[in-house]
Structures are given as structure tokens and as C-alpha cells.
């Protein structure tokens, strides 16, 4: 099956520093990365996401790349804030006989300083 | 609009106690998802159910048993409940493959 290998665990930045989370994954056959953003006590909430067929997709601060030859992708978030100050989980969309379901990493902490 | 709702949101629960958490979505979707959370591991697949009629075991499905009562509940079952298994739920629910995963807010479980 899939699976899905985050790093780092944590990060510490200074606001309107750019930060950087990169993932990889197992199954050639998964063409789908989302990204989600945890606040504490909170759900997780989708923030950007890439299928295969395109290599990088951008929405304001934040940009995801994705090297299928390699099986890794990554999230950028530019001019942090403190309010991106959260746990931030790559996925990807394994796949079997029975269906499909998101892997997740185990999380990247970012905190963002002022 | 309500998206996924999970109910309870707290349960505490003595060792060898069963209980069922439940799990209903309003946005028409397939696929319904039930994953856990502990610190450190991320969120882990337990079971899911890609359409109506449908079950599948994920990642961690030990202990733990599912039901796809229909196309809007998916509903998830420790009949033994152990320590181990302290964590909090979530359900998820998606459109088609491809497509996002959205998440309900959670059941935070303890077991004593």
C-alpha cells in the first residue's frame, strides 16, 4: 500500500520568513496530493492540492510542487504570518481493488515568530 | 450547511466497554472515511467505505468494526474498547476519487 514519509516534524520561523515541507511517497500509481492545515482542537482543513498532470500550482503565499519521476512533493508558504502558525499534513491518494483513500504523513509543526 | 457531523464529541469509557460513533454527511458524497489521531503519528486510516454497500480495512483496523448503514452515515464500532485505542476520531466524506477529503470536527474518546 501507500506510504507517505514527512519532514521536517517541526519548524520554526520568523515571521516573513518562507517555510518548506516536503513529502514522499510509495505508490507510483497516486495522482493526487492534497495538503491540509490543523489548528489546535480543531479539524483539518484543505488548503492546496495537486493531481499528476501538472508540476506546481500556486494560490497567493502558499505553492505546491510535485516531482513524479522523484515520488516527492512539497508545500511553500512565503511571508509567514503567525497565524500560519499550525500542523500541516501532506497525503496521498492510495489506491486498491476496493477503492481510494488518502495517506497522510505524520505532520509538520510550523511555528511562525514575530 | 453542515458538511460532516460526528457525534459525541467527548466520550470517556471504561476497558471492555463497546460503544459506536457515528458519522453522517449532507453533501451527497461516495466515499466516507474513518481515520484516527495520536500524537506524533499523524492521521491513520482505520476503515472506509468507497460507495454505498461497501466497506474496507485501512491502515490500523484492529479493534475496531464499520457500518455503511447508507449513502449518508458510516458509522464506526470498538466492541471491546481498549487504552490503546484513546484517540480522536475523525470521519471524512469525498465526492469522487481525486477530489478532496472533508472532515467532521472530531470525537475525542478515553479509555480508562
Known amino acids: 500500500g501507500e506510504n507517505v514519509e514527512q519532514h521536517p516534524s517541526t519548524l520554526s520561523v520568523q515571521e516573513g520568513d518562507s517555510a518548506v515541507i516536503k513529502c514522499t511517497y510509495s505508490?507510483?500509481?497516486?495522482?493526487?496530493f492534497p495538503w491540509y492545515k490543523q489548528e489546535l482542537g480543531k479539524r483539518p482543513q484543505l488548503i492546496i492540492d495537486?493531481?499528476?498532470?501538472?508540476g506546481e500550482k500556486k494560490d497567493q503565499r502558499i505553492a505546491v510542487t510535485l516531482n513524479k519521476t522523484a515520488k516527492h512533493f512539497s508545500l511553500h508558504i512565503t511571508e509567514t504570518q503567525p497565524e500560519d502558525s499550525a500542523v500541516y499534513f501532506c497525503?496521498?491518494?492510495?489506491?486498491?481493488?476496493?477503492?481510494?483513500?488518502?495517506?497522510f504523513g505524520k505532520g509538520t509543526t510550523l511555528s511562525v515568530s514575530s | 450547511n453542515a458538511g460532516v457531523t460526528q457525534t459525541p464529541k467527548f466520550q470517556v469509557l471504561k476497558t471492555g466497554q463497546s460503544m459506536t460513533l457515528q458519522c453522517a454527511q449532507d453533501?451527497?458524497?461516495?466515499?466516507m472515511y474513518w481515520y484516527r489521531q495520536d500524537p506524533g503519528m499523524g492521521l491513520r486510516l482505520i476503515y472506509y467505505?468507497?460507495?454505498?454497500?461497501?466497506?474496507d480495512k485501512g491502515e490500523v483496523p484492529n479493534g475496531y468494526n464499520v457500518s455503511r448503514l447508507n449513502k449518508r452515515e458510516f458509522s464506526l464500532r470498538l466492541e471491546s474498547a481498549a487504552p490503546s485505542q484513546t484517540s480522536v476520531y475523525f470521519c471524512a466524506a469525498r465526492l469522487y476519487s481525486n477530489q478532496p477529503q472533508h472532515f467532521g470536527d472530531g470525537t475525542r474518546l478515553s479509555i480508562l
Open positions: 505508490d507510483s500509481a497516486s495522482n493526487y
Open positions: 467505505s468507497a460507495s454505498e454497500g461497501t466497506t
Open positions: 453533501m451527497n458524497h461516495n466515499s
Open positions: 497525503a496521498a491518494m492510495g489506491a486498491n481493488q476496493a477503492g481510494t483513500a488518502l495517506i
Open positions: 495537486i493531481r499528476s498532470n501538472v
